[in-house]
């Protein structure tokens, strides 16, 4: 039996009070939501019929609440099971380590620890490579756009820095005419899907690619978003996409901000979760990424993205999480470790899973993502190695798949009429629901 302590007794007790207080309102709305619909305090069939099959819902909806409150406070990680076989999710790896790059000016416009940015600027400098195939958010004919560029030194590098969180085609036929024409060695920083696809062209023959990419490093994914969920975004907050001249997603501290740079030098910035509330609960998601079950980039030689751990939140300097997954990804980071241009703490499997907890659970739940894809008319792939669908990730299936279905409807837009408590309600209803 699990020893319970003080903290378990404390979130139980946060928990309880915070039910009953749900439990107050609720009998509150109710009341009134009675008071809107009959006209008089009639206690007539009708009236008390409706009642009590609203009371039923609603009790049953702080039931299931509750329960898996519940279930998360008293939750085992230590045991065997959906999160004792923590490499299940993260892939094989050979070293995980926490920590950022040791230079303000690599970290300056860094989305995380400028941990990608310090491996590309030493295999620059030390001759390993001749360049970094990369992807930066630029403006073209007055759109906002992502191209792929290749730098060749430090400065052309640290211009490539920042998150993208809308959908691109890494592996476009431009991509392909500027990796075959480039002459000499070449790093490659990509999402998942793209480290997995550079690999699949690399082990052709007749790519001509595996000479000539010598290492690829990884980027934690959640999922990418369609373009059309930024330009509402912009259209919310009454910017123009012609008047732009810079765009970042995330800078800053823990979570960050989203900053636009206007052409006319001002400056407009707001949390970045403006965005991001609508990008985790999939609305207009990229449809590819509902089949994915890859977050950790498991095909690259090194791969890296976000801590979301409590206690990582108040670091003064952002920290990364990444791991070396192959012989070369382990001697590029010991070279950099070696010559203190990243600050590195060794950690572990679990230490990488629980970084990305949430995210990596919903990611490998394919049979869960399957069964909600039928209630919602959404086609899944079958995969055959996926872990048999709990009951928690198939309710969180049903939540992520039904907002993604109704933003892709004609009542889509609906949505960003929403307030943002309600959305954050849906959202942390879904994240407990894949946090065990």
Known sequence: MKKVTMSHFFRFLSAVILLKLFDYFL??????????????????????IAISLVIASASFVVFVFRYFIYKYIFKDDTKQGLT??????????????SGYASSDATRSNAASGGIVSACMIELLNTGQV????????????????????????????LSCQGSIYIQFPALSPEVMVMLR????????????????????KCEKEDSGLSDKISYMVGLFCGHTSQKKMLDIVLRQKNISECDISEFY????????????????????????WHYNLYQNLYVHSHPGCLNCTDHFAENADISVGDIWIKEFKSKEIKHSAFTARTDKGVEL?????KDNKIVANPADTRFLFRANKRAVIFHKAARAKRIAGKFWGIKIRKNPHAKPAGLNEILAALIFLGMYRWSESKYGRAIFRLPYILLWIILIIAKLLTNF
């Open 181 to 200: 024409e480039f002459d000499g060695k070449l790093a490659v920083v990509g999402l998942p899907c793209a480290i997995s696809a550079f690999r699949k």
């Open 333 to 337: 980071l010991g070279s950099l470790i």
């Open 249 to 272: 997603f995330r800078k800053g501290s823990w979570r960050g901000k989203t900053v636009i740079q206007l052409k006319d030098s001002s400056e407009i910035s707001f949390p970045s």
């Open 27 to 48: 009998v509150i709305g109710i009341d009134k939501w009675r008071d809107g619909v009959f006209e008089t305090e009639s206690d007539g069939l009708a009236n008390h």
């Open 130 to 157: 001749d360049g970094c195939l990369l992807y930066r958010l630029e403006k073209n004919d007055g759109k906002l756009v992502v191209s792929p560029f290749i730098a060749s030194n430090e400065e052309e590098v």
């Open 84 to 97: 004792g076989n923590f490499e299940y999710y993260t892939g094989p790896v050979k070293s995980v380590y």
